[in-house]
């Protein structure tokens, strides 16, 4: 961002025979210690409020294009703090007052010519509010965001309107009514509670053609119980993100959830070459390269998309993490109550031994072999996704270690974030114990149905190298150990 505001303001402004070196500070740039000079000089000159106005001037003059556009909002507003200041103190609101109050903004505008994303748009409402105090009138730059706010509100209205029809077309409603009938039937409060007020269903969400990038809705030409069990895995994982409200609402139990304020955050795909570097495994692992390894200039048809999990940085992961979270608890819940009844249905067509015990089950009866299914289709998600506990864990230790490393304000902003800690905490604890769970039942992470042909178990093996995500995982124990040490006395001290 040129200075030419700057030039035109210092000539007229800055004339103070009281505190020249601050004047020669200016005249040479050197913002930082004008800054530096100025709270000295404050501290000893407690009535000569003017020094305020070159305050407001140096913070003025740390904006530039080499900034962080969030340093930059800092610096803009101090310098309308510290000219809100010198106002208390002075009627002296002449031209030259106004050309800064000008001047303030016009770069608010410059800082702000681009979208702006959630953390961004607080930091422009909280400038707004001091800027108002100042002068009586918002922000240029906040008036065109509540204009675009409400564009954008209107658009999204018809847009939902049109998408009605479609959303609740027979085969939608069919399909939304038989995942609230298990879910009513056997699943937690939590599940049926993101259901109910944030339904995801198949017409929400699609799949992206790897080649072209285009975005595709399933349609049904029929549904069924088999149809909707085989997706209600992902159903539940969508519906948790709308519920999850941008990243700041995490699920964490069957019963909470947990409202967290988000920090600062850089983009998640800025680790990955660390996470390379560190074991080159993690290049085969699917939800790397599905989740953190999305550079956008690297990422073909996908190329422009702004992912949750990237920018949402710490926040976007945890906000995947608890989404797997729920959608996998979803399918273990159903897979153990369709193994009962599977069992419980087979009983009556068992052969045994003379002393009682099961020699094997034929699956002769149609109601065993009906639940045999559905137990195979929710067991297979619980299975496929359960890796992503160990996965996740390993993307937000990364992403610590990296941010400790090279923006330990971020680092100290999230450790100190005491919500977000928390609900790491108790979803960490919980995901664990149902991943661990999960391969107690398949130890050999494979499926096992019985094959009617030969009266012999087959197996159904998932396409996950847990070698490979446990190779990843170990790196970073040490550190996510002391991560979960500090993140469970959060648990501690809220009690």
Same mark, same amino acid.
């Given at each position: 961002?040129?200075?030419?505001?700057?030039?035109?303001?210092?000539?007229?402004?800055?004339?103070?025979?009281?505190?020249?070196?601050?004047?020669?500070?200016?005249?040479?740039?050197?913002?930082?210690?004008?800054?530096?000079?100025?709270?000295?000089?404050?501290?000893?000159?407690?009535?000569?409020?003017?020094?305020?106005?070159?305050?407001?001037?140096?913070?003025?003059?740390?904006?530039?294009?080499?900034?962080?556009?969030?340093?930059?909002?800092?610096?803009?507003?101090?310098? $309308?703090?510290?000219?809100?200041?010198?106002?208390?103190?002075?009627?002296?609101?002449?031209?030259?007052?106004?050309?800064?109050?000008?001047?303030?903004?016009?770069?608010?505008?410059?800082?702000?010519?681009?979208?702006?994303?959630?953390?961004?748009?607080?930091?422009?409402?909280?400038?707004?509010?001091?800027?108002?105090?100042?002068?009586?009138?918002?922000?240029?730059?906040?008036?065109?965001? $509540?204009?675009?706010?409400?564009?954008?509100?209107?658009?999204?209205?018809?847009?939902?309107?049109?998408?009605?029809?479609?959303?609740?077309?027979?085969?939608?409603?069919?399909?939304?009514?038989?995942?609230?009938?298990?879910?009513?039937?056997?699943?937690?409060?939590?599940?049926?509670?993101?259901?109910?007020?944030?339904?995801?269903?198949?017409?929400?969400?699609?799949?992206?053609?790897?080649?072209?990038?285009?975005?595709?809705?399933?349609?049904?030409?029929?549904?069924?119980?088999?149809?909707?069990?085989?997706?209600?895995?992902?159903?539940?994982?969508?519906?948790?993100?709308?519920?999850?409200?941008?990243?700041?609402?995490?699920?964490?139990?069957?019963?909470?959830?947990?409202?967290?304020?988000?920090?600062?955050?850089?983009?998640?795909?800025?680790?990955?070459?660390?996470?390379?570097?560190?074991?080159?495994?993690?290049?085969?692992?699917?939800?790397?390269?599905?989740?953190?390894?999305?550079?956008?200039?690297?990422?073909?048809?996908?190329?422009?998309?702004?992912?949750?999990?990237?920018?949402?940085?710490?926040?976007?992961?945890?906000?995947?993490?608890?989404?797997?979270?729920?959608?996998?608890?979803?399918?273990?819940?159903?897979?153990?109550?369709?193994?009962?009844?599977?069992?419980?249905?087979?009983?009556?067509?068992? $052969?045994?031994?003379?002393?009682?015990?099961?020699?094997?089950?034929?699956?002769?009866?149609?109601?065993?072999?009906?639940?045999?299914?559905?137990?195979?289709?929710?067991?297979?998600?619980?299975?496929?996704?359960?890796?992503?506990?160990?996965?996740?864990?390993?993307?937000?230790?990364?992403?610590?270690?990296?941010?400790?490393?090279?923006?330990?304000?971020?680092?100290?902003?999230?450790?100190?974030?005491?919500?977000?800690?928390?609900?790491?905490?108790?979803?960490?604890?919980?995901?664990?114990?149902?991943?661990?769970?999960?391969?107690?039942?398949?130890?050999?992470?494979?499926?096992?149905?019985?094959?009617?042909?030969?009266?012999?178990?087959?197996?159904?093996?998932?396409?996950?190298?847990?070698?490979?995500?446990?190779?990843?995982?170990?790196?970073?124990?040490?550190?996510?150990?002391?991560?979960?040490?500090?993140?469970?006395?959060?648990?501690?001290?809220?009690?």
């Amino acid at each position: 961002m040129k200075k030419v505001i700057l030039f035109i303001l210092f000539p007229v402004l800055l004339q103070s025979q009281d505190i020249p070196k601050l004047q020669q500070q200016l005249d040479n740039e050197n913002y930082h210690k004008c800054i530096k000079k100025a709270k000295r000089y404050a501290k000893w000159h407690k009535k000569n409020k003017e020094v305020n106005y070159y305050l407001a001037i140096a913070y003025f003059g740390l904006i530039n294009d080499q900034n962080s556009r969030y340093n930059n909002l800092s610096y803009l507003k101090k310098s $309308i703090n510290y000219l809100s200041i010198f106002y208390r103190y002075t009627a002296d609101r002449t031209s030259k007052t106004q050309q800064l109050e000008n001047a303030l903004d016009s770069t608010a505008s410059l800082l702000n010519n681009n979208s702006i994303n959630k953390g961004e748009n607080y930091a422009l409402k909280r400038l707004n509010k001091s800027y108002k105090k100042l002068s009586g009138n918002n922000l240029t730059a906040y008036q065109q965001y $509540i204009k675009e706010q409400e564009e954008l509100r209107d658009q999204q209205n018809k847009q939902n309107e049109r998408d009605q029809e479609l959303k609740m077309n027979k085969e939608y409603k069919e399909f939304k009514d038989i995942v609230m009938k298990y879910a009513y039937k056997y699943l937690s409060p939590m599940h049926i509670k993101v259901l109910e007020e944030n339904y995801s269903g198949p017409e929400s969400y699609g799949r992206r053609n790897k080649t072209t990038g285009e975005i595709t809705h399933r349609i049904f030409d029929e549904v069924s119980d088999e149809i909707v069990l085989r997706e209600i895995e992902v159903v539940i994982h969508e519906t948790t993100h709308m519920f999850g409200g941008g990243d700041e609402r995490f699920i964490v139990s069957s019963t909470e959830y947990i409202d967290v304020q988000k920090t600062e955050v850089i983009r998640t795909s800025l680790i990955a070459d660390d996470m390379i570097n560190r074991n080159d495994a993690i290049k085969d692992l699917q939800l790397f390269n599905i989740y953190v390894n999305v550079d956008q200039k690297k990422y073909g048809p996908n190329a422009g998309r702004e992912l949750g999990s990237d920018i949402g940085g710490i926040y976007g992961l945890m906000d995947e993490y608890c989404a797997y979270y729920n959608g996998v608890s979803a399918s273990w819940i159903l897979y153990k109550e369709f193994k009962k009844k599977e069992e419980l249905s087979c009983v009556s067509n068992g $052969i045994y031994f003379p002393d009682g015990r099961v020699l094997r089950y034929t699956i002769e009866d149609s109601i065993a072999e009906r639940y045999k299914d559905r137990k195979e289709d929710v067991g297979s998600d619980a299975l496929g996704h359960m890796d992503a506990f160990y996965e996740f864990n390993s993307f937000i230790a990364a992403y610590l270690i990296y941010v400790q490393e090279y923006h330990p304000n971020i680092y100290n902003n999230i450790m100190n974030n005491t919500e977000f800690l928390r609900a790491y905490a108790i979803v960490t604890n919980n995901f664990q114990a149902l991943a661990e769970e999960i391969q107690k039942e398949f130890p050999e992470n494979k499926i096992k149905w019985y094959h009617e042909s030969d009266n012999k178990y087959s197996h159904s093996v998932k396409n996950v190298d847990f070698n490979e995500v446990m190779s990843v995982y170990n790196d970073y124990i040490p550190f996510l150990e002391e991560l979960r040490n500090i993140a469970n006395n959060q648990i501690l001290t809220k009690k």
